[in-house]
Each structure stands twice: as C-alpha cells, then as structure tokens.
C-alpha cells in the first residue's frame, strides 16, 4: 500500500484555483505534521503549507500566505490544500509528506523532516 496518495493536479490559467486532496495510506494518521512540498524543474524542493494533525495549528510559505489553505477531515484521513488566485510562478510538482515525530517549529516547513511521501500532483499555471 502506497504511504499517501495525492490527486487534484492539472492546468489552469493564472487566478484561477485548484484543491489537492492527499490521503493517508500506510501512514498513520492523525499524530503528527502532515503537508504540502512542492519543487519546480531546477529548484530544490520547498515547504508550501503544513498541518498539525493531531490539533489545529499550521505553517505557510510567505508567498503563499493569503491565497492558500490548508485544512483536514480526521474521518477520512486526508489533508486538503486550496489554492486560490494562482500564479505561474506556483507551477510545480507537488508533494504530500507526513512526519513521525513532533518537529520544532524552526523544521515544520523542511522537507528533509518528513518520512512519509506521495508521488506527486503537477499544478501548472498560464497566463
């Protein structure tokens, strides 16, 4: 069984929106950081948005912040992210992780700190 399982990802022009979903497989839900990583081709890969998921605190990237949510429903086991007046600079692939221990707050948003992976949904955007 696949760790986690993302969908949601496709083309859109700039503002417009799309919601990844990102479902626990193998992974066990409901404890610790779970969240979105996304990397464009030539960059390194970068924190988007993460959720406690035993509670209700999360984190943001700064130039995400204001357009992109990220939220849960503990009765299906998934963490959902919308994204909001999109931008070509968001094209990337995007990555669901979840954590296996409770991270400082100066690691929520490192990807190396994450276990747990999907395989990744494309999100491109056009003018």
């Known amino acids: 069984q696949a760790q986690l399982l993302e969908s949601?990802?496709?083309s859109v022009q700039?503002?417009?929106?799309?919601?990844?979903?990102?479902?626990?497989g193998s992974y066990t839900y409901g404890r610790y950081w779970m969240g979105w990583f996304r990397q464009a081709p030539g960059k390194e890969r970068e924190g988007?948005?993460?959720i406690y998921t035993a509670g209700v605190s999360a984190h943001y990237a700064d130039d995400v912040k204001g357009?992109?949510?990220?939220?849960q429903d503990r009765a299906k086991r998934t963490v959902y992210l919308q994204m909001?007046?999109?931008k070509p600079e968001d094209t990337a692939?995007?990555?669901?992780?979840?954590?296996?221990?409770?991270?400082?707050?100066?690691?929520r948003l490192n990807p190396d700190d994450y276990s747990y992976w999907g395989q990744g949904t494309q999100v491109t955007v056009s003018r």
Request: glycine content about 16%; charged content about 10%.
């Open 84 to 86: 909001n007046s999109l």
């Open 48 to 50: 988007v948005a993460v």
């Open 67 to 71: 357009r992109f949510t990220i939220s």
């Open 93 to 107: 692939m995007y990555y669901c992780a979840g954590s296996n221990f409770y991270l400082a707050n100066a690691r």
């Open 14 to 24: 700039a503002g417009g929106s799309l919601r990844l979903s990102c479902a626990a």
């Open 8 to 10: 949601g990802g496709g």
